[in-house]
């Protein structure tokens, strides 16, 4: 039986959830800036037609944003994560299996679907339903292999006859895309990869797939060959349908403002300490290395610059936020000095063990606190209800080094007293 996948992308997909409680600016150039709001890090296609690159820094293009009325939004963060997780909930009531690739990307599994219903037919059909369910229009690729699956939703996207749907299933037509797609297009190419390739002659997606692999593997990599492999209709990557456990957990922002008091960093450690151990609860695991990290701006030249990371291995591993800040704050009190100017720190997690998988060391008393599990799920469960907020107290009451987000929109999906009103 001949593989399917299709690849389904949000389009623009920052910009649209911004967009989606905003119907004013339905067709208004609409940009997301990054922490800080330093720089546009996402564009409708309003934006896209302006010419605007994306990671432009915000301050250069000031003359634009006003001569074109462009809306700028702060990130919000927990807007994007609900709207994707109600797209995702959609895509896995279509298919077997999904592999969700990013937070607006996901790759379904519809090997033996043609037996049932045509397979553009249904890429229409999912796209139908996630547009009207949500309000995010989206694009889908589909073909034999991942790899094809990512070229055909890149056609659908740029291509507005397609209607965002492209079945890439028939050979000729995967040879008639892969001839006029630049070989930087393909999925896993990179940069350095594309200039080499180039210098080889092979300039298009199709000059890649008629490459001789083996010659390709001794020269590249086996990753690739297998791309060679995969535009030729070969599947070589399967779903990921668990991800992989992360190697380590690192949690850190550019301040709003320099930061050169002790006690304003101090809290900043604490709420970074505090949202790496959360998510290391999310990963089911237990952590033993512990690192924090401060350090001022490398690009004023004019003032003293200071960084000093530094790590600590705690007696047992552990997923207990209280521990946790209590390593971090004795190794922020190590590497704090007076006189600078500090514009980021971060926590870092590794070293990360099974519950219940680990050697305890036999000479040390088990310093494991009295229903920390019990504790820490509690914490956990009120804060993801979005009906209260517990924290600890050093991590401060009125932070004033929270990063700066002048232009955040509304929670609109995941806050009571936001909801969208209509009037």
């Known amino acids: 039986m001949q593989t399917a996948f299709a690849l389904v992308d949000c389009n623009n997909f920052y910009a649209s959830c911004e967009k989606l409680f905003r119907p004013d600016l339905k067709y208004a150039p609409v940009a997301v800036l990054s922490n800080n709001d330093g720089c546009i890090v996402a564009r409708s296609k309003e934006v896209k037609a302006l010419g605007i690159k994306m990671g432009v820094p915000m301050f250069q293009v000031q003359d634009e944003i006003r001569k074109h009325g462009i809306v700028c939004f702060s990130s919000n963060y927990a807007l994007y994560a609900d709207m994707s997780n109600r797209v995702m909930t959609i895509l896995e009531e279509e298919a077997p299996r999904l592999e969700v690739y990013s937070i607006d990307e996901a790759f379904m599994d519809l090997t033996g679907i043609d037996h049932v219903t045509d397979l553009l037919a249904f890429g229409k059909q999912v796209k139908a339903k996630v547009d009207k369910w949500t309000g995010i229009t989206v694009g889908v690729g589909i073909a034999p292999t991942k790899t094809l699956a990512k070229l055909a939703n890149h056609a659908a996207k740029k291509y507005p006859a397609t209607g965002s749907v492209v079945d890439l299933m ?56 297998r791309t060679i492999r995969e535009l030729n209709g070969v599947s070589c990557l399967d779903l990921e349908l668990v991800r992989p456990t992360k190697q380590q957990i690192i949690c850190s922002r550019s301040f709003g403002h320099k930061v050169t008091d002790k006690r304003e960093l101090r809290e900043a450690i604490a709420k970074y300490t505090t949202r790496a151990a959360e998510k290391l609860r999310g990963e089911k695991r237990l952590c033993r290395v512990v690192s924090v990290f401060i350090r001022t701006s490398p690009f004023i030249s004019n003032e003293p610059q200071y960084s000093k990371t530094l790590s600590a291995e705690l007696p047992s591993p552990t997923d207990d936020t209280r521990d946790l800040l209590e390593v971090a704050d004795v190794l922020f009190t190590r590497i704090w000095r007076d006189g600078f100017r500090y514009m980021k720190a971060g926590v870092m997690l590794a070293d990360f063990y099974e519950h219940d998988a680990f050697q305890q060391d036999l000479f040390r008393a088990d310093s494991t606190k009295p229903n920390a599990n019990a504790l820490m799920s509690v914490v956990d469960k009120i804060n993801h209800s979005g009906l209260g907020n517990v924290f600890f107290a050093s991590q401060g009451v009125s932070p004033q080094w929270a ?14 007293d936001e909801l969208p009103k209509v009037w």
């Not at 990063?403 to 009571?416: D, I, N, V």
Request: without cysteine.
């Open 170 to 225: 028939d050979p000729d037509r995967q040879k008639r895309l892969l001839a006029i797609v630049d070989v930087s297009d393909v999925w896993g190419v990179g940069r350095r990869t594309t200039a080499k390739l180039k210098a080889r002659g092979i300039q298009t997606a199709l000059d890649l797939a008629n490459a001789d692999p083996k010659s390709i593997r001794s020269e590249f990599s086996v990753v690739l060959e």
């Open 403 to 416: 990063m700066k987000r002048e232009h955040l929109s509304p929670a609109y999906t995941t806050r009571w």
